[in-house]
């Protein structure tokens, strides 16, 4: 972005401060700084005003049409119109996450970067040139605070009422000399929970975070730049937001996963614990709650950079820690017959250098080269405990006990660019393209299970030697190469400054892959996945007109994927594949309106069409039938159903408004804003059993306060989803239960919360 553009920014960001017209948000999706209404991708920005005023501090806070954030325990799922990647470890997330443009292939990796945030970027449809790696559906950019050349700080504290939740964040830059300023941030957030858990008489889940980054900016002439920092978080979770319900509605309750104080209601209470009178000794060591969770993310980034009078060339070097562990009671009852645990530790690295056009002419240009390494090891164990049905005091049923040990190493590189041409005044064409290799190697696969009985009392396992439960599995070096070329073609028009129409052609890609899911417990034998790809066309405009006070967005898409991954629970594991073919197309509607100085009116609203078009070999429900399509004990035809996450309506409405109030001193304003999000009905998991959706629902969010001297100080009472709306997800049967008990996450429910926040 040139020069002149920033100035032109910092003007318009004036205006916007006084209420004339509407912001304007400078956004690094394409790989260069430009405003978002000028770059012809389907981008939600958020910005760090709009995150604090809105007590946003997690990625399942933000209300987003057409984007689901599924979050459990340690872990978390993206989705962008209506395509995602399923929960084995083993897959690259079709929604990565990109902290300060760091990629990184799990979703529960967002909680490393979100605080002392700038902006957040939401990236909708395949981002194969500027992103690349595996940005199959999109993506999550997360920008940081980078140190400035003066001296500030800032602070914000608030404490949640509903889950009596405490969250404390700060940062301050501190200039060393004329060239070299240093930023140290940090956050403390305790969550005690919203679900109530009946046989422990606590709430749930409960969370403890302790985050802190410390960055180094050196700019010893206006041409160069360094730029390094360091990152930290530890997330520990206990507790669970599971429930049962439609207990024996559908077929008889099993006895043994239905515990004496489970309602089977789906009422915001769990009964998820261990029974005293089974499991004693394990309560004594380690407490009665079953379900506990641990993520800690640590590592840096250093960066370089030189502008010289055409163009900008950056390097950038990251090197990061990730180390998850999962105990989940997976039945959702306090006679815990089925308890798994799983560690998922990895390293990765990675370098990219690019270099960027800046001069504004009618030729543009971006090319660059990416690599990285990824080693990854993932270890589970656990079983399920036979209990006799009737009598919770008799263990003496064999069951079987699991361990799984597995190791992964991942390879990549690429290299990309594009040129853009103004062929004549205001019309412009791109073309684009990445070429990925990614060579995957399992250097070891081992799972291996017995028959044997569980003594809770002693807790004590007998194991039957040479027993099997299942056929086991030992793999050593299986190396698996993908290559692909992904090219990309642009056409954009702006007949006047402001008003932008496009049209886009890409093509994305998604390596392969081994099932490294903790528990193989896979009918159709899968022990691999093929790579997937998609085509995906869009159109739209972006029009800012009534000088700058209304705009008006509107894009029209529609992707074809191959071969999408899926990994589906069938009752006891999963089964891992390739769906041959599924679409995802629909329209995207955003505007906004500034009606008199102060008041911002937005709405947005998304149509969503996204189905399986080729999926005859889909693992049955647990429980289906042949009656209702289950065919051959483990296979239905989903072709033609809907994917899940995929609402086909969702959107917003909503206003914010700031006006001055006299007597309380200099530059006080009266700050507010209300916001609607609603969504329509959609499926929760992938074999759409008929006890798999979920309701369609509204939220209403608000917030009021007070801004003093400018803003440098607030108090803010801030509301999400008012009406106490209980909004269900992973709808599924239980573990082990047939298609007699049923399970589901209960989301955040109601918050009010008091902020405080001062900066100087």
């Known amino acids: 972005m040139s020069g002149s553009a920033f100035a032109q920014a910092a003007d318009n960001q004036a205006a916007a401060d006084d209420g004339n017209v509407l912001q304007e948000i400078i956004v690094t999706a394409t790989k260069r700084a430009e405003p978002l209404q000028d770059i012809s991708i389907s981008v939600n920005a958020v910005s760090a005003a709009e995150l604090t005023n809105r007590v946003i501090v997690s990625p399942s806070d933000l209300r987003i049409p057409g984007v689901q954030f599924v979050t459990n325990s340690a872990r978390s799922n993206l989705s962008i119109r209506g395509v995602s990647s399923d929960g084995n470890p083993g897959f690259d997330q079709a929604v990565p996450v990109y902290i300060d443009g760091i990629y990184f292939g799990r979703g529960g990796t967002a909680r490393g970067g979100f605080f002392d945030v700038e902006r957040i970027e939401v990236l909708k449809g395949p981002q194969p040139t500027y992103l690349g790696k595996n940005a199959i559906a999109g993506a999550l950019s997360i920008v940081s605070k980078r140190p400035g050349d003066e001296l500030e700080g800032n602070i914000t504290a608030y404490h949640e009422f509903e889950a009596n939740e405490e969250n404390v964040e700060a940062g301050i830059t501190i200039p060393l000399s004329s060239t070299l300023s240093t930023r140290f941030s940090g956050r403390y957030r305790d969550v005690e929970g919203w679900v109530k858990n009946v046989a422990l008489n606590s709430d749930g889940p409960s969370s403890e975070q302790w985050q802190g980054r410390a960055s180094l900016l050196w700019k010893p ?74 993520f800690e993310l640590k590592g840096g980034v250093i960066e370089a950079g030189y502008d010289a009078d055409t163009f900008a060339v950056t390097a950038t070097g990251s090197y990061y820690e990730l180390d998850m562990y999962d105990r989940l009671n997976v039945d959702a009852s306090e006679r815990s017959f089925a308890v798994l645990s799983g560690f998922d530790n990895s390293e990765q690295k990675s370098i990219e250098v690019k270099a960027v056009s800046t001069t504004g002419d009618r030729l543009s240009w971006l090319f660059g080269g990416y690599a990285d390494a990824i080693d990854i090891e993932f270890s589970g164990g656990g079983g399920v405990y036979a209990i006799a049905p009737g009598d919770p005091r008799v263990v003496n049923l064999p069951g079987f006990m699991l361990t799984s040990a597995k190791s992964l190493e991942e390879r990549s590189w690429s290299i990309f660019g594009e040129v853009g041409y103004e062929i004549v005044d205001g019309l412009t064409l791109k073309l684009a393209g990445r070429y990925s290799n990614v060579e995957k190697t399992l250097v070891h696969h081992e799972l291996n299970s017995e028959l044997g009985i569980y003594d809770p009392v002693n807790n004590v396992t007998f194991t039957i030697p040479g027993s099997t439960v299942f056929p086991p599995i030992l793999i050593n070096n299986d190396q698996r190469t993908f290559k692909d070329f992904q090219p990309a073609v642009t056409l954009e028009y702006r007949p006047t400054p402001g008003m932008l129409f496009f049209a886009s052609y890409k093509e994305g890609f998604k390596a392969g892959g081994f099932d490294t899911d903790t528990f193989f417990l896979n009918s159709k034998g899968n022990t691999q996945f093929e790579d997937e790809t998609v085509k995906a066309w869009e159109a739209g405009a972006k029009i800012d007109f009534l000088n700058g006070r209304a705009r008006f967005n509107i894009t029209a898409f529609r992707a074809d ?200």
């Open 221 to 294: 002439t206006d041409r160069f730049h360094v730029y390094a920092k360091y990152d930290y978080t530890k997330l520990k979770v206990s507790g669970t937001n599971k429930e049962l319900w439609n207990c024996g509605v559908i077929a008889p309750a099993t006895p043994a996963v239905v515990g004496p104080n489970d309602d089977c209601t789906l009422d915001g209470r769990t009964a998820n614990a261990y029974a005293p009178e089974l499991f004693p000794v394990v309560i004594a060591a380690g407490g009665a709650d079953p379900a506990r969770g641990r």
């Open 561 to 760: 994927y191959d071969d999408l991954q899926v990994n589906i629970f069938n009752g006891f594991g999963s089964e891992t594949g390739n769906a041959p073919g599924a679409r995802s197309q629909g329209i995207e509607l955003e505007t906004q309106f500034v009606p008199i100085r102060g008041l911002v009116l937005s709405g947005a609203l998304n149509y969503l069409d996204s189905k399986y078009t080729d999926f005859p070999n889909a693992t049955c429900y647990p429980g289906q039938t042949p009656a209702t399509g289950c065919v051959g004990g483990n296979s239905q035809d989903l072709s033609g159903q809907v994917r899940q996450q995929a609402p086909k309506w969702s959107g917003t409405a909503g206003f914010e408004y700031k006006v001055p109030v006299d007597g309380l001193g200099d530059d006080t304003q009266l700050t507010g804003g209300m916001n609607v999000f609603f969504t329509s009905r959609y499926a929760t998991q992938s074999t759409l059993g008929a006890e798999a959706y979920a309701k369609s629902y509204q939220t209403l969010d608000g917030h009021i306060g007070l801004d003093f001297d400018g803003g440098r100080y607030g108090v803010q009472l801030v509301g999400r989803n008012l009406t106490d709306k209980k909004v269900y997800d992973t709808l599924q049967p239980t573990a082990a239960s047939g298609n007699s008990t049923f399970s589901a996450e209960l989301r955040r429910t109601r918050q009010i919360a008091l902020q405080l926040s001062a900066k100087f």
